[in-house]
């Protein structure tokens, strides 16, 4: 069974420019989850999505992210316009059900120059 | 790899002994905790979890134990082995949300 993948797996861009990431989760994981951690600071949550829907998005930090999973499989979290803040490792996690285990990706390591 | 920057406490043990990894947890209502290991360049690998109607859970070569009363959780690795040299994390959530809070990590060395 394939895991829980993440592009790309670095990206590095320019303050003021827009990226996109995107997360691929188990098949037939209904609960999708973004966590980031900045430098320094502990693993922390963003937002979860049940199939297509935002569950909870108390952790997103602003209105310069957006994250959508149209049609429930894959989901892509927007960054836009980057700031320098924003740099640090992106995971995504996905589970069968909410109080089952989340399986996470290898993360994305975005860096705002 | 992502731990640049964080200063995470680190626990050195000789391969063949057992090492302890401790976490200080935040929440009285959390019900549920994790322990991930991560690996350099790698995401969090769930390794065990336990209930909070449970004090203790074994795994092959892992243990986990918890207290509530003291909001305490370790997690016990029998015959450390080099390739569990990785930063462990534990995380809590609370039943109704699907959040995991996660702790600052630790950073197991093993020696030869």
């Known amino acids: 069974e394939a895991g829980v993948t993440q592009f790309p797996s670095h990206s590095v861009i320019e303050k003021g420019q827009t990226v996109t990431l995107r997360c691929d989760p188990i098949?037939?994981?209904?609960?999708l989850y973004w966590y980031r951690r900045v430098m320094g600071k502990e693993i922390k949550f963003l937002l979860h999505f049940v199939k297509e829907s935002k569950q909870d998005e108390s952790g997103m930090p602003n209105n310069r992210f957006l994250a959508e999973r149209t049609g429930g499989t894959y989901s892509t979290l927007k960054v836009q316009p980057a700031e320098l803040e924003d740099s640090g490792v992106y995971f995504c996690?996905?589970?069968?059900?909410?109080?089952?285990?989340?399986?996470f990706g290898d993360g994305t390591r975005l860096s705002i120059l | 790899g992502e731990s640049v920057g964080l200063h995470l406490p680190t626990l050195s043990v000789q391969e063949g002994d057992n090492s302890i990894i401790n976490c200080a947890y935040s929440?009285?209502?959390?019900?549920?905790f994790i322990w991930y290991k991560q690996e350099s360049g790698k995401g969090p690998q769930f390794i065990i979890d336990i209930r909070s109607n449970m004090d203790k859970r074994q795994g092959q070569r892992v243990t986990v134990l918890l207290n509530k009363t003291v909001k305490h959780l370790s997690l016990q690795i029998a015959a450390t082995q080099p390739g569990d040299s990785a930063v462990y994390f534990c995380?809590?959530?609370?039943?109704?949300?699907?959040?995991?809070?996660f702790g600052t990590g630790t950073r197991l060395k093993v020696l030869a």
């Open positions: 098949s037939g994981h209904d609960n």
């Open positions: 996690a996905s589970s069968l059900q909410g109080n089952q285990p989340q399986h």
């Open positions: 929440n009285s209502a959390s019900d549920y």
């Open positions: 995380a809590e959530n609370t039943s109704g949300t699907y959040k995991y809070i």
